[in-house]
């Protein structure tokens, strides 16, 4: 008989054979798990941890473990319904000395434990010791204010005036470590692109985990207007220095503002403050505008040339 012929008639089986074969497998799995089960068998259980504190008066600074580990010894079946949640007390932790960091020893608590394992052995904790981290809850009001960074406008379109927000001011709490470390004014960033007419909407005040503003959405609104281009010579102030001195005590600054105000620009309130360098060497200072609002965008300006006295 050809070798080739007879190893094709060995593995040739119809689909009745197949389906037949599949189950034997099957039968000879479920057999053997079933067989494991109710033998003595050694794992790793979770348990559920409920920690408590006085929620009023403490907050977590660091993520709380949700539960712990520990290594058993019993029917396999009580492991199995142990780690599929069935029959599981939580095990309960009084922190101390809050707020604060501390430490819990497990092996301290095995008398604990061992209730809520039931008819489980515990062996011992591959992790014996649960870190906690308290603040004492902190609640202070901040002003805030609008942030156009994620602003912009089609062409032809600007700022119109100051943007909106309402309310002015949030009550943040959170860890006070988290609130004291908070500048004074909180910046608000709307999200708005290529506008053309006024836009409105809620925007989120902060995104920080841990902290919550009351209210969490402030509404913000900002007005869009036909732009403008203008061109003003302002005058330049500076810090005397003895190496060097300006060339001009004005500069030509050129701006794109709303339509409506480019005839009522009070530019007396408007003025260009020139940092004088260290180095004599330097030809140019550098520009700082003083009083201009917000609509007021810079499109192009003089340079503040130096020369020696």
């Known amino acids: 008989m050809n070798p080739v012929e007879f190893l094709k008639g060995l593995f040739r089986f119809n689909r009745t054979n197949w389906r037949a074969l599949f189950l034997c497998f099957a039968a000879a799995s479920i057999f053997w798990i079933f067989n494991a089960l109710n033998q003595e ?171 919550k503003t009351q209210p969490e959405r402030v509404k913000a609104v900002v007005k869009v207007e036909k732009a403008t281009t203008i061109k003003i010579k302002l005058p330049v102030t500076f810090k005397k220095s003895k190496g060097v001195r300006l060339v001009n005590d004005s500069a030509s600054v050129e701006f794109q503002v709303p339509a409506s105000k480019s005839e009522n620009i009070p530019a007396s309130d408007w003025s260009v403050f020139a940092v004088l360098p260290g180095d004599a060497s330097v030809t140019y200072a550098e520009a700082r505008l003083v009083g201009i609002p917000v609509w007021a965008r810079v499109i192009k300006m003089d340079t503040l040339y130096l020369r020696k006295k």
């Open 41 to 211: 068998q050694s794992a790793t259980v979770k348990l559920p941890l409920n920690v408590v504190y006085d929620k009023s008066q403490f907050v977590p600074s660091a993520k709380i473990p949700e539960s712990i580990e520990a290594h058993v010894s019993g029917s396999g079946w009580d492991i199995l319904l142990k780690n599929l949640g069935f029959r599981l007390q939580p095990m309960e932790v009084v922190p101390e000395n809050l707020p604060g960091k501390n430490q819990f020893q497990l092996s301290a608590a095995a008398a604990q434990v061992l209730p809520l394992l039931e008819d489980l052995r515990l062996n011992y904790f591959p992790k014996d010791t649960i870190t906690f981290s308290f603040d004492r809850i902190k609640e202070k009001k901040f002003f805030i204010r609008p942030d156009l960074s994620e602003v912009s406008f089609r062409a032809g379109f600007t700022l119109a005036e100051y943007p909106m927000l309402d309310p002015m001011e949030v009550l943040v709490t959170g860890p006070s470590a988290q609130v004291d470390a908070l500048p004074d004014t909180l910046n608000v960033k709307p999200q708005a692109y290529n506008l053309d007419e006024d836009w409105e909407n809620r925007v989120l005040v902060l995104s920080t985990e841990g902290l």
